[in-house]
């Protein structure tokens, strides 16, 4: 079975602190995502990354960085924590573009 | 714009009964993918079907089936038998070729004992 694995599940952080979501895959999956989940919206991407060291924006990347330097691992990163980035974070992996996203357990972050 | 809209923010049903979850999308694309995803609270998201566009025939997956209309651009989910482990967000995601993936707003499912 395909795991993927969040660093925390829950996460409390102070405004302008950076923040570092880790998240982990063992199929050697070459995609990645990072999406935020919020009530009535859905799921939106962050950032993906097609391979190590690629990375390309999704629909809301403002605020967030990531880091992908080896494969089963992808990064997302908050330079400075804002309290509108108070969210559940979602990351997922896939062996390729026509297959199932699979999903790690979600990090709520509250930023105060 | 590609887009993915469920115009049901919540439904309910009974045990045993059969509902069917309603999913459009707008894309100009021909070549694409559509699931069906399933969050139970506070669990894990996991994909309950998947179809190919190009396929005609409807993805069936146990107790749960697709009705694909791919002229009307329509993916609704239908759950037969409906058990109280169905309650949860079911997501509807359009994936195109190009890496992009749509999602839904979710339909939240709740099952009545």
């Known amino acids: 079975d395909v795991k993927v694995t969040q660093s925390s599940r829950y996460l409390v952080k102070r405004t302008g602190e950076k923040v570092f979501l880790e998240c982990v895959q063992d199929?050697?999956?070459?995609?990645m995502f990072w999406y935020r989940q919020d009530p009535g919206l859905g799921l939106r991407l962050i950032y993906f990354?097609?391979?190590?060291?690629?990375?390309e924006k999704g629909d809301i990347p403002e605020g967030y960085s990531v880091s992908r330097e080896k494969k089963e691992r992808f990064s997302l990163i908050l330079e400075s924590a804002s309290t509108n980035q108070t969210s559940m974070y979602l990351c997922?992996?896939?062996?390729?573009?026509?297959?199932?996203?699979?999903f790690g357990p979600g990090t709520r972050l509250t930023v105060t | 714009a590609q887009t993915v809209t469920q115009s049901q923010p919540e439904m309910s049903v009974q045990e045993a009964e059969t509902v069917t979850l309603s999913c459009t999308y707008d894309?100009?694309?021909?070549?694409?993918?559509l699931f069906w995803y399933k969050q139970p609270p506070s669990r894990q998201m996991i994909l309950v079907i998947r179809?190919?566009?190009?396929k005609q025939q409807n993805a069936t997956e146990n107790r749960f089936s697709v009705n694909f209309q791919k002229a009307a651009k329509s993916f609704s989910l239908k759950i037969s038998d409906s058990q109280l482990g169905d309650a949860a967000m079911y997501f509807c995601?359009?994936?195109?070729?190009?890496?992009?993936?749509?999602w839904g707003a979710g339909t939240k499912l709740i099952i009545k004992p």
């Open positions: 199929m050697d999956h070459e995609n």
């Open positions: 990354s097609y391979d190590v060291k690629m990375k």
């Open positions: 179809q190919e566009a190009y």
């Open positions: 995601a359009l994936v195109l070729g190009n890496y992009q993936l749509i």
């Open positions: 997922a992996s896939r062996e390729g573009q026509h297959y199932e996203q699979y």
């Open positions: 894309t100009s694309e021909s070549d694409y993918y």
